[in-house]
């Protein structure tokens, strides 16, 4: 690995510290008092400072106006205004020490956020559910942003200090501790990052760094600048540290296609072929994940490995979409780009991966989008049914399981935890809870009016309807909501639905996973009636055939899949029932 330029650094008689300030004329290191910092080639400050020892806090002081904490902090123990503390990370006793990780091929994901996973909300009492994890079939635990973010509360996406796991949820050795425990009991851990903006509250850095931002805007604030060779070294360092310092075996990237390129070598391949050469370095099986909305199929691989520019897979919206259409009718935004044919979508999804790649999106602005994905290996679309976003991004939070048929979820379960994509629970989906997600954060003053006042024009005609009902992002009432009620997996309904996720992802590990490398996508076709059938050309040369009623009636079949050796749902006979599913592996 090379050596990282950003943050502060121990080294054998105490730390080295390390700011890029290219408009400070001046900048001093506050720790007990001001120390001037050395300035450097390309806006560079350093200062090297003997008997500073892990735990120290310190800040800089830019040109005697403003004190900041580190853009690179390791961690903020008194929030993103507050000073950073020098953390040594060499000197966590790491357990699971031969841990390489797992293949791609055996992932089942479960998003996650720490915050409202346990009703402790912290690193230290997910482990406590670790175990159900494991028994349940997940082998990949998904953490939303971590990045320190204003507040006591949040979803993580407004972080601004990225280097620095969030305080509200414990120090980083909490966090390794975390990782440590899933890594003992065969759990790979993911974490979602944040590259194509920074929060609103707490980023000091266009005061001193410019730089880092371009005229462009996101929908979320200024665009970044990945032209600048020190900017474009502030991501791929930050992914290499969540990879190499807390050992996570994978990165979810948020929003990649609002991340603004010109004209160059684009930061997601440099970012992929950096990571690449720290799992070659260290024989570790580590995978990089996208969200895109512009469905663009040339920048997925999941066969290479190490990575070399490329990404093992992505989320696939278009999957959601289809599905939720056909679940709850609904038409509102996005969704209603596919209306057309729900279930003809949903054939292209099983055939091909993305529903549009290429075709012209009413919801885009008339713009084509995406990219032909047929040839792409089935494992390369990560599927799902709910993830935080299509929940908490809805005016009152509420899950598919308050608003769609249970019989037609569990079809969809029966669908998405064995087709040869990789598949994608949220957290308490596998017991069907009904907690809801609302979207919650912690913000003061100006900032949190104007998210509430945003939130109403979003959602106005859910304030029409709902009133009062519709819940206050910024009350902490909000958040509590979100926190799962572990109580309700032991009802009846919850021990039946955990019953039958556990049992798909069992046949999924024996039937699935073991011939998932090298599988290739085959034929889908759905009618209108409900009719689905599919099939994949699995690695190891046998076919896995699909057979679905996707419908509240009995359909009379005329399925050809009568070959082979069910795996799920037994026999399918003359009459499929509704909302039915069958699954049999042929020669």
């Not at 980023?203 to 600048?225: C, M, Q, V």
């Not at 556990?502 to 599988?519: F, V, Y």
């Not at 690695?539 to 419908?551: E, Q, Y």
């Amino acid at each position: 690995m090379n050596k990282r330029q950003f943050g502060a650094r121990l080294t054998t008689d105490g730390t080295s510290f390390h700011l890029w300030a290219p408009a400070a004329k001046r900048v001093e290191l506050l720790l007990h008092e001001p120390q001037a910092m050395q300035r450097g080639d390309d806006g560079w400050f350093s200062a090297d400072i003997a008997g500073v020892k892990a735990g120290a806090r310190y800040k800089f002081r830019i040109d005697d106006e403003i004190d900041v904490p580190d853009p690179a902090s390791a961690f903020q123990p008194e929030d993103v205004s507050g000073p950073s503390e020098v953390i040594d990370h060499a000197s966590y006793p790491w357990r699971a020490r031969d841990w390489r990780g797992r293949p791609w091929q055996e992932t089942v994901l479960i998003e996650s956020h720490v915050g409202t996973f346990t009703p402790g909300g912290t690193y230290r009492a997910m482990i406590e559910q670790l175990d159900h994890l494991v028994q349940t079939g997940i082998t990949a635990l998904e953490l939303m942003p971590l990045a320190d973010f204003a507040g006591k509360r949040g979803w993580g996406y407004d972080g601004v200090l990225w280097y620095a796991p969030d305080r509200a949820y414990g120090r980083p050795d909490d966090l390794k501790a975390l990782i440590d425990e899933a890594h003992l009991r065969g759990l790979m851990v993911f974490l979602d990052v944040v590259y194509n903006h920074f929060g609103p509250e707490g980023n000091y850095l266009g005061r001193y760094a410019p730089k880092f931002f371009t005229e462009a805007h996101t929908p979320w604030g200024s665009a970044i600048d990945y032209r600048v060779p020190q900017v474009r070294a502030f991501a791929i360092e930050n992914a290499l540290q969540w990879l190499g310092d807390y050992r996570f075996d994978g990165l979810r990237l948020d929003a990649v296609n609002t991340i603004v390129e010109v004209g160059e070598v684009p930061i997601l391949h440099d970012l992929s072929a950096a990571v690449g050469r720290l799992a070659a370095e260290t024989g570790r099986h580590i995978h990089l994940v996208l969200e895109n909305g512009d469905n663009h199929a040339s920048l997925l691989d999941p066969a290479q490995e190490p990575p070399r520019g490329k990404y093992r897979g992505q989320w696939n919206d278009d999957y959601h979409h289809v599905w939720h259409v056909m679940l709850t009718g609904e038409a509102q935004g996005y969704y209603g780009d596919y209306q057309r044919s729900p279930r003809g979508d949903l054939a292209r999804a099983l055939a091909s991966g993305f529903v549009y790649q290429g075709e012209v999106s009413a919801f885009w602005g008339g713009k084509r989008r995406g990219e032909p994905s047929g040839r792409l290996p089935p494992s390369a679309f990560v599927n799902f049914l709910q993830n935080h976003d299509q929940i908490g991004n809805r005016a009152l939070g509420d899950r598919l399981e308050s608003i769609a048929d249970p019989r037609g979820i569990e079809a969809a379960l029966a669908l998405t935890l064995l087709a040869p994509m990789t598949p994608m629970l949220f957290m308490g989906e596998e017991w069907g809870s009904k907690t809801p997600f609302p979207f919650f954060c912690d913000f003061q003053g100006e900032l949190a009016n104007a998210v509430r006042n945003g939130r109403r024009r979003e959602y106005g005609w859910a304030y029409a309807k709902y009133g009062d009902e519709v819940p206050d992002p910024l009350a902490a009432a909000t958040f509590e909501s979100a926190v799962l009620d572990w109580q309700t997996c032991k009802t009846a309904a919850g021990e039946m639905r955990l019953a039958l996720v556990r049992q798909l992802l069992a046949i999924r590990q024996r039937e699935i996973a073991p011939r998932s490398a090298g599988a290739a996508f085959g034929d889908a076709r759905a009618n209108d009636n409900g009719l689905l059938t599919a099939s994949w050309h699995m690695g190891d040369g046998a076919m896995l055939l699909l057979t679905a009623n996707l419908s509240a009636n009995e359909l009379a079949s005329t399925s050809t899949h009568a070959t082979g050796t069910p795996i799920w749902g037994g026999e399918a006979g003359d009459l499929l029932p509704p909302w039915s599913v069958f699954w049999r592996i042929g020669g």
